[in-house]
C-alpha cells in the first residue's frame, strides 16, 4: 500500500470519528439490555459499578418509553460568579441552578426518543413560592467521545464516562454550537467551566446525583446535590 493510500485512509477514518452521527442502535435485546452507555466505558471500569448503578444505565425502553425518578435536592451552592453564568445560561434554557441555597423536592422524567439520537431528560425542581425551574436535555450518542448532552437552542457539550470510587462520572470535554447547518466548538475562554456530574449509589435504593461547574481560573462555581429514586 502506498503512502498516498495510507494517508488517505487515516483522513477517512479521522473523519468518520469526528463526524457527530448518532447511533440509533440503543434498544438492542440482550442480557444487558441497552448497551450504549457500557460500551463508553473499559469492560474491567463496568465491573467495578454497584450492579444497581449497571442496571439503571442498561435499563431498555421502549421507543416513547420513560421512566420516572423522584427526589431532593439537598444542597445548592453558587458563587458570586456562579449565579452569574447561570443567569446567562437562562437565555439556552437554564440548564444550571439559578438560585442560591436552593432545596426541595425533585423529578427527573427519562424518555426514549431515537429521533433525537438517544434520550430525553426533563428535570423539574421546585422552588418556595415561585414555578419549579425545568429542565430540558437530550443524551445524544454522538460525536467524537460517543456521548454529548444537548441543552437546546445549538447548544450542548461533548462527554466523556469515568468509573470513580464506584460512581460514574460524566466530565465534559468541550462545548459546542450548532449553526446555520455547521457545528462549531466553543474557545476554551467562552466556556463556562469544566462540567461534572457524579452519579452514585446511596442507602435504601437511592442514588446520589451531583453536580460541579469548575472555572480553571476562577474555581468552583456551581455545586448541587440531589437524591432520587426510582418511581
Excluded at 125 to 144: I, L
Excluded at 167 to 185: I, M, P, T
Aim: hydrophobic residues 40%; proline residues 5%; charged residues 20%.
Amino acid at each position: 500500500m502506498g503512502a498516498n493510500q495510507k494517508l488517505q485512509q487515516s483522513e477517512a477514518h479521522h473523519q468518520a470519528v469526528m463526524r457527530p452521527v448518532c447511533r440509533q442502535d440503543g434498544t438492542r435485546e440482550g442480557v444487558f439490555g441497552d448497551l450504549r452507555f457500557r460500551a463508553l466505558l473499559p469492560e474491567t471500569d463496568w465491573q467495578k459499578l454497584p450492579a444497581a448503578i449497571q442496571q439503571r444505565f442498561t435499563k431498555r425502553l421502549a421507543e416513547g418509553e420513560t421512566v420516572l425518578y423522584r427526589g431532593r435536592v439537598t444542597k445548592t451552592r453558587l458563587t458570586r460568579m456562579g449565579w452569574v453564568v447561570a443567569q446567562l445560561c437562562r437565555l439556552i434554557g437554564a440548564p444550571l441552578p439559578y438560585t442560591k441555597n436552593t432545596k426541595g423536592t425533585a423529578v427527573v422524567a427519562v424518555t426514549e426518543d431515537r429521533r433525537a439520537g438517544g434520550q430525553l431528560w426533563t428535570r423539574l425542581y421546585t422552588r418556595d413560592g415561585k414555578f419549579p425551574h425545568v429542565v430540558h436535555s437530550a443524551k445524544r450518542f454522538c460525536g467524537p467521545t460517543g456521548l454529548e448532552e444537548y441543552v437546546g437552542h445549538g447548544v450542548g457539550m461533548a462527554l466523556t464516562i469515568h468509573v470513580i470510587r464506584q460512581a460514574l462520572v460524566f466530565r465534559s470535554v468541550h462545548y459546542f454550537v450548532e449553526l446555520f447547518g455547521g457545528r462549531f466548538r466553543l474557545p476554551r475562554l467562552l466556556s463556562p467551566g469544566r462540567m461534572e456530574i457524579v452519579h452514585a449509589e446511596a442507602e435504601g435504593g437511592k442514588f446520589s446525583f451531583t453536580l460541579s461547574l469548575t472555572h480553571p481560573w476562577l474555581g468552583p462555581l456551581v455545586h448541587q446535590v440531589a437524591y432520587f429514586e426510582e418511581v
